[in-house]
């Protein structure tokens, strides 16, 4: 049995190897883009464990359940999704992001400068444009894109601006 999780592990390092040195789209991260588009303009988690000022982590994990049948893991928070992403054997860390790559400004790890003193996260769309909860009116919408969420979270609130792809 040993044996056998070794050679899975070896499988996994190679193949998130290929993907990062390729900077190529997976399956996984194609459909949750898909499913993200069709909560545009939508409550994704109107079951409201957080408020909508807080809701980014519920509303994509709820996204990500439409999309996989499972969240990502974290519960509403930003913090804890940011630990559950790095251990998670379905998610590598990328620099280069792409469409349905998950964007995370944890809440806790840096950050809270400026007034800004939570951190963000939703799912890289097309052109750059980047869907998530906004804190507004608990829409699921593309209020940033890559360069505003920089602005906002990297250079003035200083959080880290990390990317995720799932590879399978």
């Not at 390729?22 to 409550?43: G, H, I, W």
């Not at 990317?163 to 399978?168: E, G, K, W």
């Amino acid at each position: 049995m040993n044996y056998l999780l070794k050679i899975l592990e070896s499988l996994v390092t190679q193949l998130k190897s290929i993907i990062v040195t390729k900077n190529l789209q997976t399956e996984a991260s194609k459909k949750l883009y898909e499913v993200a588009k069709t909560f545009l303009d939508k409550d994704a988690s109107p079951k409201d464990l957080a408020t909508d000022e807080y809701g980014c982590a519920e509303s994509l994990n709820a996204v990500c359940e439409a999309a996989w049948g499972e969240p990502i893991g974290g519960g509403v928070s930003t913090y804890r999704m940011y630990y559950a992403l790095l251990n998670h054997k379905k998610f590598v860390e990328v620099t280069s992001p792409l469409a349905g790559d998950i964007i995370l400004s944890p809440t806790g790890i840096g950050g809270g400068k400026n007034g800004i003193k939570n951190g963000h996260t939703g799912i890289v769309s097309s052109n750059g444009k980047i869907m998530s909860n906004n804190s507004d009116n608990g829409l699921w919408q593309e209020k940033y894109d890559l360069w505003s969420w920089r602005y906002r979270y990297v250079q003035l609130g200083e959080y880290k601006m990390l990317y995720y792809r799932r590879i399978f």
